[in-house]
């Protein structure tokens, strides 16, 4: 999921993208992606649904373009509706989105976090 999303980033913005486990560097902007999960014990039909989160931080400076900022944010929520897996259905069951000026690194940061909520679930083959 984490490797789609990613990908899936990658295509539509120049912005550096890194997963939570790489080491991001003072570049800006920049984009740091993560998950979570929880599981669903209930079962339909031999099927196992389970919602899993995906955490999209954007850091920018705050001098820069926020229009450009906004518009970037809102091609990732639309591009990640549907994240290509190979064996599972992934679709997004909601999102949130949250800005914010960090200053706490020696620039002032805007710090956009989107969370994006999805429902996995496998495919069946008969």
Do not use: W
């Not at 990613?6 to 913005?13: K, P, V, Y």
């Not at 196992?48 to 820069?64: A, E, G, P």
């Not at 706490?104 to 496998?122: G, M």
């Amino acid at each position: 999921m984490l490797a789609s999303a990613i990908r899936t980033i990658n295509a539509i913005t120049d912005v550096q993208v890194f997963d939570s486990n790489e080491s991001d560097n003072a570049n800006y902007p920049q984009i740091i992606v993560s998950t979570g999960s929880t599981v669903d014990s209930q079962r339909v039909k031999n099927e196992q649904r389970s919602s899993y989160t995906l955490y999209v931080d954007y850091f920018d400076i705050k001098d820069n373009d926020h229009g450009q900022m906004m518009d970037i944010c809102f091609s990732i929520r639309e591009y990640l509706k549907y994240l290509k897996l190979s064996n599972y259905y992934c679709q997004s069951t909601g999102f949130k989105q949250i800005e914010v000026i960090d200053n706490s690194t020696s620039q002032s940061l805007r710090h956009v976090t989107i969370t994006l909520d999805y429902n996995i679930t496998e495919r069946s083959f008969i």
